[in-house]
């Protein structure tokens, strides 16, 4: 095993990486896709050194003493790592954070990403992609496969994509989500306290149902049905061929589902080519 105590800025390079695993206290990682050969960019580095091992394929990066650093961060917040890690696009990523944020780019693999209080930042990654937070922000966009998304407090905000299943839990945060429904494709969202606003394509096929125990309900598809009851509100209904499915359930939430136009058809006229 190949194993670094880093105290500096500096890059290091590696033969091939089948596997990520990243651990930091506070400041930020970016992992991204590469054709080219994987490497760690160590840009920031305050406070406790950061170790990094390379074993058989499995690249591990964390903080030295992690447990002693977590108590350190909490004393005096000066234990903080500025970090980029380049892996191919096939490469599982699993990234463990307290208050560190992290943007993941172009991978298609599995991605897990667990944080207390950091954002992150998701743009083009498919596979199957699990995020759990408690109040840092989850952005993604043009995501693919099968998607998890976990917080107590974060807002989620999902533009683009056409995953096979979203799931999202959130206590208090919103979720905003803005997707193509592909045919048995899902979305099933669970709030507390938060609004919920999803967009589809106006002629996608699911089945809905959309209910809340305090919140309004709206939506712009015209052929669903609404239930007012004393103690909830609901909304359900077949859109198009049904193929798909559209769940949300809240307790005190908003809900809100609107139809996307389909995208114009350019039409070109004869002898205008270019």
């Known amino acids: 095993m190949s194993r670094w105590t880093i105290d500096e800025p500096t890059t290091l390079d590696f033969d091939g990486v089948v596997a990520l695993r990243a651990t930091l206290i506070?400041?930020?990682v970016s992992v991204l896709a590469t054709d080219e050969r994987p490497s760690v960019q160590i840009h920031d580095l305050e406070g406790a050194p950061l170790v990094v091992s390379h074993e058989a394929g499995m690249l591990q990066v964390s903080h030295e003493k992690l447990w002693e650093g977590v108590l350190s961060w909490l004393r005096t917040q000066k234990v903080r790592a500025a970090i980029t890690v380049t892996v191919p696009r096939d490469c599982p990523v699993t990234l463990n954070l307290v208050s560190a944020d992290a943007v993941v780019t172009g991978l298609a693999a599995r991605?897990?990403?667990?944080?207390?209080?950091?954002?992150?930042?998701?743009?083009?990654?498919?596979?199957?992609?699990d995020v759990n937070t408690v109040a840092g922000a989850i952005e993604a966009q043009g995501l693919d496969g099968r998607v998890s998304f976990t917080s107590v407090s974060g807002d989620l905000a999902l533009a683009g994509g056409a995953v096979d299943r979203l799931t999202a839990r959130s206590g208090s945060g919103r979720v905003a989500a803005d997707i193509d429904l592909v045919k048995g494709a899902s979305i099933d969202v669970t709030t507390v306290a938060g609004e919920v606003t999803l967009r589809i394509p106006e002629g996608a096929g699911a089945k809905v149902a959309l209910n809340s125990a305090a919140g309004q309900i709206e939506t712009s598809f015209a052929g669903l049905d609404r239930q007012d009851r004393p103690v909830s509100r609901g909304v359900t209904g077949v859109l198009g061929d049904g193929g798909g499915r559209v769940t949300v359930n809240t307790v005190a939430g908003g809900v809100?589902?609107?139809?996307?136009p389909a995208d114009p058809v350019e039409i070109t006229t004869p002898g205008t080519e270019k």
Request: aromatic share 0%; glycine share 18%; net charge neutral.
């Open 256 to 260: 809100t589902l609107l139809g996307r």
């Open 26 to 28: 506070a400041g930020s």
């Open 111 to 129: 991605t897990s990403v667990k944080t207390a209080a950091g954002d992150v930042t998701l743009d083009g990654v498919t596979g199957s992609i």
